[in-house]
Nanobody, 115 residues
Framework: QVQLVESGGGLVQAGGSLRLSCATS????????MAWYRQPPGKQRELVAS???????NYADSVEGRFTGSRDNVKKTVYLQMNSLKPEDTAVYYC?????????WGQGTQVTVSS
């Protein structure tokens, strides 16, 4: 049974930082590119950052230079360090594979950035 459990969200002022974690089980973690996705209120889910098994990363233009994705292949956990947060970063953040698997979505973690 696949489980992706996100944590670390919260309420933060603009300019602040948060670190998200995603603990995984039931997947062959070491061979899969993982990603962080987010769904802002009233909008579609979008890919924010991807991390290959070797640790290479790619980012959406909107977060480039502010967010850093990483992974621990021993702990089977993915991280997202978010700095210089903006109100438009407010969303529910999820992790999943690339491409995302429909049945793997977890509950997500809410990030709210106040202005």
């Amino acid at each position: 049974q696949v489980q992706l459990v996100e944590s670390g969200g919260g309420l933060v002022q603009a300019g602040g930082s948060l670190r998200l974690s995603c603990a995984t089980s039931g997947i062959i973690f070491n061979i899969n590119t993982m990603a962080w996705y987010r769904q802002p209120p009233g909008k579609q889910r979008e890919l924010v950052a991807s991390i290959t098994p070797g640790g290479s990363t790619n980012y959406a233009d909107s977060v480039e230079g502010r967010f850093t994705g990483s992974r621990d292949n021993v702990k089977k956990t993915v991280y997202l360090q978010m700095n210089s947060l903006k109100p438009e970063d407010t969303a529910v953040y999820y992790c999943n594979l690339v491409p995302a698997r429909r049945g793997y979505w977890g509950q997500g973690t809410q990030v709210t950035v106040s202005s």
